[in-house]
C-alpha cells in the first residue's frame, strides 16, 4: 500500500504521446518516496467511451475517469497533474467517433441535426464530452498561473525572436459596435436562494423550457446577454469590404473548442458570409449532405467528395476566395485557410502568435501580411486592439528586459462563460427568452430573432471571495501590484467589481498596489510596466484568464507551455495544470510521419515538481520533498543546458529531453543529503545514465526518420505507442530496474 498518491491524466494528441514516455520515468522516482502514480484516463476517446456504456461490450467498457476526478477534486487529499486535453469541437469529435467505430466500438454517430428523440438523448449526452468538458469539472478552484524563476531567467539570457512592428502597421481587431454580447448584456446578483428555469416565449404563442429548474444561491451573480445574428452577419460583410479596401488579410479569430454553442454558429456566420454565393447556389445538396459552415471547409470538401457536383463547387469556392480580401493561412503549405477548421483559430494562441510576429499572419505563399482581425464580440476585442495600439506606438517588447505578468484567475465551480455551455440557446423563432424563479418572477430576459445566440452565465460567490483573498496573498507573498480587469461598460463586471470591492476590505491591503481597471485601460498599464521591466499581476476573470495566460506567457517566454499553473482547491487539495496544448495536433503530424516529437514537457516537470512538494506539505512526505527539491535542481540544469527539444529532425527531441531531465534529477538525488536511503539508491542510476548517455543518444537520435504507426490518432494502441516513444533499450533497461 502505498502512502500517498498523484492523479497523473492521460489526454490527448502530443501530451499523451510525450506521457508515454515520461510516465515510467516518473514512475519509478515517485516509489522511492512510496508514491504510487494512478493515471486517469480523460481523452476525448476515453470520454466518449464513459458516455455509452451500453454500446459497448463488457471487455470494452471503462469508467468515468472524468466524474470520478471530479468528486475528488472536492476532497482534501486530491493531488491531480492535469495535462492538456482536446477541447472538441464537433469536426475532432466526429473524427474520434469514426476512428472509435473503426476500432469495433459501437458507440453512435453524432447527430448534428437530431431527426428524433433518440437522436435528441445522443446529442445531449455528446454535449458532455464537447469543448471545455474537462476544465469545468476539476476546477474546484481559481488558478495562479506565473513564470517560473528558471524559466523567466533562461527566456532573458535566451529571448525568442519577436516580430517587428510598424509603425503604419495596417493590422487592426475588427468587433461589433452593437447588438453584440457585450452590448445586450444584462446582469443582477441574485438576493436569496432559489431554482430558475429559462423558457422561449414565441411571439406566436409558442412557449418551450430550454432549461428545467436548477439552484441558484445568494450572492450568485447571474447574466444574459444575446449576440444577433442579422447582425453579425452585416458587421462581419463590412470586415470582408474593410479588409479588401485596405489590402491586408482577413482572419477570424473565436474560441470554437472551449465556447462549444456560441463560437461555433459566430465562425459559421464568417463562412456562410464570406461564401455567400457558393452556401446560396447549393443550398439543397449541401441540407442533403448535412454541411454546416459551422464546421468549416475541410467538413465541406470532405462531404462532396465523389459528388457529382464536386468540381464546380471547389471551382465556386476558389472563385469567392479569388474575388474576396485574401484570407489568413493556419498552414500555407497544405492549403488550409483560416476558414477551414474552426478549432484551428483558438483566439488565444492565434492572437498571441500575432502580436509576437509584429502583427503578421500567413498568406496562401507562405508569406508574412498585416491582417484585419475579426473578433465580434467587444467584451475582449478591445483589449486585443489595446495590444495592437500600444505596438505600433512604442514597438515590440524585448523577452530579456520586460517584466513578467501572472494571473490569478477566478474560474473556481464553473465561474462565468465557461460554465455557461448549458445555458447557451440559439433561438428557434422570434420572440423573448426569460430567466424565471420558481414563482414565476423574471430575473432577466432578453428578447431575440430567430437564429440569435442567447447564453446566460452564473458565478457564484465563494468562488469570487477566494479569487479576491488569492489576488491579496499573491500580490503580499511577490511583493507585486495587482489590477482587476474589470470593465465598467459591461454590466457583468459592474457587478463582480461591486464584490471585488466588498471583499478587499476583507484583507489587510496595506502597503499594497491593487488596482480595479478597465480592460483596455489595464493593458496598456500592465504594458507601460513591462516595458519598464515591472511585474504587474493580473487578476482577471474566466475567459480573460484563459487569453492573458496565453498572450503574456508567449511573448515573455515563447510559449505559454511552460508556465507554472498552480489550482489551489477550495476544499483543500491542489491541481497542476502543465499548460497549453495548442500547438499539439501540428507535433502529433511532424512525429507520425518523420518519428520526432517536438513536444515541450517542461511544463509537466514543473507541475511534478509543485504536485511533490503540495504532497510532502499536506500529507508529511518528506522523502516527497526531497524528490520535489532534487526535481527543482533538475529543472533549473535543464534549462540552463537547453536540453528542451530543438526543432528539426537528428536534434534533441522530447525523448531526448526526458532522458536529461532523468539524469539530472537521478544526479541531484545522489547528490543530496537529507535521505540517505534515496542518494543510495539513486547513485547507481545517475552512473549508469551518464556512462551510457553517448549509447542512449545515439538510440534516441537513431529512431528517428522513420514513419510512425501508432494504430490511431484519438485512440492509439498502446503497447505501439509505448514502443515508439521510448526507442532506448539502454535507457529503458535503467529506469525500469529502479
Same mark, same amino acid.
Given at each position: ?32 518516496? #512510496? ?82 428523440? #433518440? ?12 469543448? +471545455? ?9 481559481? +488558478? ?27 493590422? !487592426? =481587431?475588427?468587433? &461589433? ?43 450568485? =451573480? ?7 445574428? %442579422?447582425?453579425? /452577419? ?79 463547387? /471547389?471551382?465556386?469556392?476558389? %472563385? ?13 503549405? /497544405? ?58 506606438? $512604442? ?12 494571473? =490569478? ?20 423563432? !422570434? ?29 457564484? !460567490? ?24 474589470? #470593465? ?28 480595479? &481597471? ?17 511585474? *504587474? ?24 507551455? %511552460? ?23 501540428? $507535433? ?29 506539505? +499536506? ?9 520535489? #527539491? ?50 543510495? %539508491? ?38 505501439? *505507442?509505448?514502443?515508439? &516513444? ?13
Amino acid at each position: 500500500m502505498f502512502k500517498s498518491k498523484i492523479y497523473y491524466t492521460l489526454t490527448d494528441e502530443a501530451p499523451m504521446l510525450a506521457t508515454h514516455s515520461l510516465l515510467p520515468i516518473i514512475k519509478a522516482f515517485a516509489k522511492s518516496a #512510496d508514491i504510487e502514480i494512478t493515471v486517469p484516463d480523460i481523452s476525448l476517446a476515453g470520454r466518449i467511451l464513459a458516455n455509452f456504456p451500453e454500446a459497448l461490450k463488457e471487455e470494452q467498457r471503462v469508467p468515468d475517469y472524468l466524474g470520478e476526478l471530479g468528486e475528488l477534486a472536492k476532497k482534501p487529499e486530491a493531488n491531480i497533474i492535469k495535462l492538456p486535453n482536446i477541447s472538441a469541437s464537433v469536426p475532432q469529435l466526429d473524427a474520434a467517433i469514426a476512428e472509435l467505430q473503426k476500432h469495433g466500438y459501437a458507440v453512435p454517430s453524432y447527430p448534428l441535426e437530431p431527426k428524433n428523440e #433518440d437522436e435528441e438523448n445522443i446529442k445531449k449526452r455528446y454535449a458532455k464530452v464537447l469543448g +471545455s468538458a474537462v476544465n469545468p469539472v476539476l476546477r474546484e478552484g481559481n +488558478s495562479d498561473r506565473r513564470a517560473p524563476k528558471a524559466v523567466k531567467n533562461y527566456a532573458k539570457t535566451n529571448p525568442h525572436r519577436m516580430g517587428d512592428w510598424a509603425k503604419d502597421s495596417k493590422t !487592426d =481587431v475588427a468587433y &461589433m459596435k452593437d447588438k453584440d454580447f457585450y452590448g445586450t448584456e444584462t446582469s443582477t446578483t441574485v438576493a436569496d436562494d432559489c431554482r430558475f428555469r429559462i423558457v422561449f416565449f414565441g411571439n406566436d404563442g409558442s412557449e418551450k423550457v430550454l432549461k428545467d429548474f436548477a439552484p441558484l444561491k445568494a450572492g450568485e =451573480v447571474i447574466d444574459s446577454s444575446v449576440m444577433n445574428l %442579422k447582425a453579425l /452577419k452585416q458587421f462581419v460583410q463590412e470586415a470582408i469590404d474593410e479588409a479588401k479596401r485596405r489590402g491586408v488579410l482577413l482572419s477570424a479569430h473565436l474560441k470554437a473548442t472551449m465556447m462549444k454553442v456560441s463560437d461555433p454558429i459566430m465562425f459559421g456566420a464568417i463562412v456562410e458570409t464570406f461564401f455567400k454565393d457558393v452556401f446560396a447556389k447549393y443550398s439543397d445538396l449541401f441540407k442533403q449532405l448535412d454541411i454546416s459552415p459551422k464546421n468549416g471547409l475541410q467538413d465541406l470538401y470532405d462531404k462532396i467528395k465523389g459528388q457529382p457536383l464536386e468540381s464546380e463547387i /471547389k471551382a465556386d469556392i476558389e %472563385k469567392a476566395l479569388a474575388e474576396g480580401p485574401r484570407v489568413a493561412m493556419v498552414n500555407s503549405d /497544405k492549403g488550409i485557410t483560416n476558414f477551414h477548421v474552426p478549432s484551428d483559430i483558438i483566439v488565444d494562441a492565434s492572437m498571441a502568435a500575432l502580436v509576437r510576429g509584429g502583427g503578421k499572419m500567413w498568406n496562401k505563399e507562405g508569406k508574412e501580411e498585416d491582417t484585419l482581425a475579426i473578433i465580434p464580440d467587444r467584451s475582449y476585442a478591445g483589449f486585443y486592439q489595446a495590444v495592437i495600439d500600444d505596438m505600433k506606438q $512604442h514597438g515590440k517588447l524585448n523577452p530579456s528586459t520586460m517584466g513578467s505578468v501572472p494571473n =490569478v484567475g477566478l474560474m473556481a465551480q464553473k465561474a462565468e462563460e465557461y460554465g455557461s455551455h448549458n445555458k447557451t440557446f440559439q433561438a428557434t423563432a !422570434d420572440g423573448v427568452i426569460k430567466v424565471l424563479n420558481e414563482k414565476g418572477e423574471v430575473l432577466l430576459e432578453q428578447k431575440v430573432e430567430k437564429e440569435d445566440i442567447f447564453r446566460m452565465c452564473q458565478t457564484k !460567490d465563494a468562488p469570487i471571495q477566494d479569487w479576491v483573498k488569492l489576488a491579496v496573498n499573491r500580490s503580499r507573498l511577490s511583493d507585486t501590484p495587482a489590477i482587476f480587469w474589470l #470593465d465598467k461598460g459591461r454590466a457583468h463586471d459592474r457587478e463582480i467589481i461591486k464584490k471585488v470591492e466588498k471583499y478587499l476590505k476583507d484583507h489587510d491591503t496595506s502597503g499594497l498596489d491593487i488596482r480595479i &481597471m478597465d480592460v483596455r485601460d489595464a493593458m496598456l498599464e500592465t504594458l507601460k510596466r513591462a516595458r519598464e521591466g515591472k511585474d *504587474t499581476i493580473s487578476v482577471s476573470g474566466n475567459v480573460l484568464r484563459d487569453y492573458l495566460t496565453d498572450l503574456f506567457p508567449i511573448l515573455e517566454l515563447g510559449t505559454s507551455a %511552460k508556465m507554472l499553473s498552480i489550482v489551489p482547491l477550495m476544499n483543500g487539495g491542489g491541481l497542476f495544470e502543465t499548460g497549453a496544448g495548442g500547438s499539439a495536433p501540428k $507535433h502529433v503530424e511532424q512525429f507520425l510521419g518523420e518519428g520526432y516529437l517536438r513536444w515541450d514537457s517542461l511544463g509537466e516537470f514543473l507541475a511534478l515538481q509543485a504536485s511533490l512538494e503540495y504532497l510532502s506539505q +499536506s500529507q508529511g512526505n518528506a522523502a516527497a520533498q526531497v524528490l520535489a #527539491d532534487a526535481l527543482d535542481e533538475a529543472n533549473a540544469k535543464f534549462l540552463t543546458n537547453d536540453k528542451s527539444p530543438a526543432r528539426k529532425l537528428g536534434d534533441i527531441d522530447n525523448r531526448g529531453s526526458h532522458f536529461y531531465l532523468a539524469m539530472y534529477w537521478a544526479e541531484a538525488l545522489a547528490n543530496q543529503t537529507k535521505d540517505s536511503a534515496i542518494a543510495e %539508491k539513486f547513485a547507481p542510476v545517475a552512473k549508469a545514465m551518464k556512462e551510457n548517455e553517448a549509447k542512449i543518444n545515439e538510440e534516441l537520435i537513431g529512431a528517428q526518420g522513420k514513419a510512425q504507426d501508432i494504430g490511431g490518432y484519438y485512440q492509439p494502441n498502446r503497447d505501439e *505507442t509505448y514502443t515508439a &516513444m521510448r526507442p532506448s533499450k539502454t535507457l529503458n533497461s535503467i529506469i525500469d530496474k529502479i
